[in-house]
């Protein structure tokens, strides 16, 4: 089991920078893919980013792309989410996910959520 804890959301102007923390513990022996999606209200979760075990590979959405940027840091079992240039599209509830298969797009590939924290772009 893994256990996900993020944090670092809140209320910032459109044009402004958040970043996300996102907090592993438990099984994080293993070398486990990590992610981020988002869900808006009454909206799907919705892929953002993903990071390979290393870093070294990550892929984002492309509503995304350019502004958001996903690293870790292994030492710290830590999953970050830098956002910037903010828009108040971004609004929404963000979770931190680990431990994908498939494509890695859908909710429903990846094994382990957080509890989430709530962003909100105001115009």
């Known amino acids: 089991q893994v256990q996900l804890v993020e944090s670092g959301g809140g209320l910032v102007q459109a044009g402004g920078s958040l970043r996300l923390s996102c907090a592993a513990s438990g099984r994080t022996d293993d070398n486990v893919p990590m992610g981020w999606f988002r869900q808006a209200p009454g909206k799907e979760r919705e892929f953002v980013a993903s990071a390979s075990w290393t870093g070294a590979s990550t892929f984002y959405a492309d509503s995304v792309k350019g502004r958001f940027t996903i690293s870790r840091d292994n030492a710290k079992n830590t999953v970050y989410l830098q956002m910037n240039s903010l828009k108040p599209e971004d609004t929404a509830v963000y979770y931190c996910?680990?431990?994908?298969?498939?494509?890695?797009?859908?909710?429903?590939?990846?094994?382990?959520w957080g509890q989430g924290t709530q962003v909100t772009v105001s115009s």
């Open positions: 996910a680990a431990d994908p298969e498939g494509s890695w797009l859908r909710h429903s590939d990846w094994h382990y």
